[in-house]
């Protein structure tokens, strides 16, 4: 069996950040699984499917293939074997991926994905549901949170360097909108599985969070 560790948190918490580092340190496959949700969205929107297309979402679901590779030391998403790492974080998918990634039929495809890939190797996989739906056995269960005001200060500061043209105020708002689907859709919901512990980020380093949860995996390691 492999050994899991989960890592469930909102967006803009550092959870991409932490889990690269921590997966480069112990040794664990890093698995983004927003980022499988990412593809979905871009798809849908390339071939125009809205979320309440039912029937066109099962289709595009049938003829989606989502690899993740790496290319130097960083993980690249294939999506039908085009490299759509970039693609995937743009504000166009930022802003209706939270539409898809609650859609029944899109979480039944991704979650089997999710499990599959995570037995295969010992992984440290992040998501929103990764301690309650997808590996509620995880071996480590981590909830990483932070405030919403910091998450925005964050994501704002990552989109500029990365050149992205969105107002602090646009980021907040559609970080709230997010926040709001992702915690109350129906299936899956965000929500902190009662077994997991807590981090709270919000005044801490990468390098301190880092550091808090290297600490608890040894531990459970035994290292
Ligand atoms: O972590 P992220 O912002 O890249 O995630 C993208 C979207 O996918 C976000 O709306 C939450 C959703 N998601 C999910 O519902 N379940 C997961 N396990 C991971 C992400």
């Known amino acids: 069996m492999s050994f ?7 967006a ?5 950040t932490i889990t690269k580092i921590l997966a480069s340190k112990l040794n664990l496959v890093n698995i983004d699984t927003g ?3 990412r593809c979905v969205a871009l798809e ?11 029937e066109g979402l099962k289709k595009l679901l049938e003829s989606i293939d989502i690899k993740i ?12 074997e085009e490299d759509v790492t970039e693609a995937i974080r743009s504000p166009e998918v930022d802003s209706v991926v ?4 609650a859609v029944k039929i899109v979480r039944d495809k991704l979650t089997p994905m999710q499990r599959k890939i995570g037995n ?3 992984s440290i996989m992040e998501g929103r549901d990764i301690g309650t739906v997808v590996f509620p056995n995880a071996d480590v269960k981590i909830f990483l949170d932070c405030s919403l005001e910091e998450r925005a200060r964050r994501r704002y500061k990552q989109n500029l360097e990365k050149g992205i043209n969105e107002s602090y105020e646009e980021v907040l708002d559609g970080m709230i909108k997010r926040h709001k689907l992702e915690t109350e859709r129906e ?12 981090v709270d980020s919000t005044h801490m380093s990468i390098e301190e969070v880092v550091n808090e949860i290297e600490k608890i995996i040894r531990r459970k390691r035994n290292d």
């Open 44 to 54: 849908a929107l390339r071939k125009n499917v809205l979320e309440s297309d039912i």
């Open 120 to 122: 295969e190797k010992d």
């Open 187 to 198: 299936i899956a919901p965000f929500v902190k599985a009662e077994d997991s512990i807590l």
């Open 35 to 37: 980022a499988m949700y």
């Open 12 to 16: 803009g918490c550092g959870k991409g």
């Open 98 to 101: 939270a539409k898809y990634a």
């Open 4 to 10: 899991i560790v989960a890592i469930d948190g909102p």
């Open 69 to 80: 590779a790496e290319k130097d030391n960083k993980p690249q998403y294939i999506l039908n």
